[in-house]
């Protein structure tokens, strides 16, 4: 069996079309965009005249039938950020689908059924939570979270789940909507989103483990003052204090790269309110965005954060105050599953390295009930989160062939 890299190609132009034309490829959950998308992914499934549901977490699946009664699970998610790209999430559900149609081509009959997910809402979403889909289903959630407001619409995530088809009253925090202990692995195929595959000229990656995502809200309150009038030192400007802590987040995070375990920490969202150009900022809200697989190290560095907001409320006479929003832990790849990969990777003769992934994914909550692995491909100039995002026919085509036989493989 092998991918057709023409129709896969092909599917990724179709969907790159249900995006918002104002702002190149974007398809926020919850959207109309959004919805096109399931729609289409629904009819392609139904299409190769497999069965599709929606679980009560808002998940689509499609089920590529098997004899027996054990599961293999693939999938990752359709949604993106906002000007985001063509193939993060949407590669991994494409590569799937190519998968399943090769498979009916080449009348493959498993033994285990192969479960293709496509979860809701993965990127952090505008209800200020990521990977919804994926925690609903594993259980990984609190009853407050079904709460959180959707920052536009003011809905409820409960009320908005029931929208996509999901079912709250089915969903209860710690336990899990995939049939007990039937499902014998989860493989998601993703771009890197980095430079290594790149820079090495390797085909694919193998993911051992997933950094933890760590996210936690800002909120910097001054006083808004004539930008005139307003001597130097009678200030408390918003801005001002902002800086410094950003300052301070990055040279602590630079501060880490020497220490081993694999660091980052990103600001990406920073509003100023009343934002004007001649007035001191009264407010500044902004993110903090933190990835390692060492919880000792993302303590010791939140530590260090909060004592230095501390100590520039001080200085600069405002008020900062701070909010976790949430904290993944870091997850492991099955080493049986990995072991699987790198057999097929040499079988089908793909270049590959073992490495880490600082973004999350689903799959580090489906890691939670199941084994889990994954695959990536290279991405250009390892950007992603960008409309510049850009994999080609041939890195899809080599990276869905290793999804095709590895699923082939884990459920015959
Ligand atoms: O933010 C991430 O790591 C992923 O792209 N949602
Ligand atoms: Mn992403
Ligand atoms: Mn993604």
Known sequence: MKVNADRLWD???QVAALTDPASPFTRRSFTPQYREMRTWLRETLIGLGLPVTVDAAGNLLGTYPGTGDRYIAVGSHTDTVPCGGRFDGVSGVLAF???????????????KSIVGIDFLAEEPSEFRLSCIGSRLATG????????????????????????????????????????????????????????????????????EGICSVTRYDFTVLGRADHAGNTPMNMRSDAVV????VIDAISRIAGDNLSKGPYFTATVGKVDVSPNGTNIIAEKVDFSLDIRSQDNALVDASLEAIFRVAEE?????????????????????????????????AGELDLSHTRMLSGAGHDAAYVSKIMPMAMIFIPCRDGRSHTASEF????????GANLLLHSLAALSA
Do not use: Y
């Not at 599953?337 to 790198?342: D, I, P, R, W, Y």
């Open 11 to 13: 599917m990724h132009l």
């Open 97 to 111: 689908v190519e998968a399943f149609r090769c498979m009916q081509e080449a009348g493959f009959s498993p033994v």
């Open 140 to 207: 990984n959630f609190t009853d407050e979270m079904m709460n959180l407001e959707h920052r536009q619409t003011k809905k409820s995530l409960r009320d908005a789940l029931a929208e996509w088809g999901g079912d709250p009253t089915k969903l209860f925090p710690g336990r899990s909507l995939f049939a007990d202990g039937k499902f014998d692995g989860f493989l998601e195929l993703h771009i890197e989103q980095g430079p290594i595959l790149e820079s090495r000229n390797l085909d694919v990656g193998l993911v």
């Open 241 to 244: 204090a902002s800086a410094r």
């Open 312 to 344: 520039t409320a001080e200085q600069t006479g405002t008020q900062i105050n701070t909010t976790r929003i949430s904290r993944s832990q870091p997850a492991m790849s099955d080493p049986a599953l990995l072991a699987v990969l790198e057999k097929v």
């Open 391 to 398: 994999s080609s026919r041939e890195q899809l085509e080599k």
